[in-house]
Nanobody, 120 residues
Framework: QVQLVESGGGLVQTGGSLRLSCTASGTIFRILSMGWYRQAPGKQRELVATITDRGSTNYADSSKGRFTISRDNAKNTVYLQMDTLKPDDTAVYYC??????????????WGQGTQVTVSS
């Protein structure tokens, strides 16, 4: 079993910054990728950014130039540095991890989310 714990959300003014963290723990053989997704009220959950075990990154168009995803493989932790925040960034941000287990193969795990609110 794998658990993901997010932190770093909160209330910030327009133009401000936040840094989200997500740490995976449990029975892990290899983390293939980790990423961030978000869901705003009345909208579908959407990709923010992902990073693979090789360090390859993928960003949503709305994230490019403002957000940066990174990993600390030794700590099984992924970060999302968010700069120049806008009210449209207000959402619950969820951490996702794709994990390869020796016994169960490849599985996806989700954190419970952390609220990010950008005031106008």
């Amino acid at each position: 079993q794998v658990q993901l714990v997010e932190s770093g959300g909160g209330l910030v003014q327009t133009g401000g910054s936040l840094r989200l963290s997500c740490t995976a723990s449990g029975t892990i053989f290899r983390i293939l990728s980790m990423g961030w997704y978000r869901q705003a009220p009345g909208k579908q959950r959407e990709l923010v950014a992902t990073i693979t075990d090789r360090g390859s990154t993928n960003y949503a168009d709305s994230s490019k130039g403002r957000f940066t995803i990174s990993r600390d493989n030794a700590k099984n932790t992924v970060y999302l540095q968010m700069d120049t925040l806008k009210p449209d960034d207000t959402a619950v941000y969820y951490c996702k991890s794709t994990v390869f287990h020796n016994v169960y193969g490849t599985r996806d795990y989700w954190g419970q989310g952390t609220q990010v609110t950008v005031s106008s």
